[in-house]
Every structure is written in C-alpha cells, then in structure tokens.
C-alpha cells in the first residue's frame, strides 16, 4: 500500500447530513482534519466549509501539500 492510501485510511471520519464542517488548510490545527482557528492566529489560509447530503464516512488526507476528501461508497 502506497503512503497515500495509507494515510488516507487513517483518517476515517463519519459525517452527518447537513452539519457544516470545517476542515482545516492552514495544517496547523491541533484538531486535524478538522479546523480549530489557528489559521486566525498564523495568518494562513482559511479552512474549507463543507456539508454533505447524506450520513457517510469520508476519508481526509493531505498528499503532497495539497487537500484530499474521498467518500465512502457502499457496494
């Protein structure tokens, strides 16, 4: 397994629908992936806000410097 994939498993998070969530950007938050403000205080970039239409897991990685979200889909 490749260390994309292997950090991407490892940050399963289960999300409800219609509930905003704020993942970080800045890499700072000490609540990863999600932001705690420390964007505010560092002068970094502002998280990504997002909401999802049904209850799902998600898996959060940052490859390379860049953000990446990949959605559970069941078989």
Known sequence: MNNFKRHLYKDIVFVES?????????????NQPFCDGTHKEKGESQPVRM????????????????LQLKIEEKS
């Open 51 to 66: 909401w999802f239409a049904k209850d799902q897991n998600i898996f959060f990685s940052r490859e390379s410097g860049k």
């Open 18 to 30: 219609g509930k905003r969530y704020s993942w970080c950007s800045c890499g700072f938050s000490k």
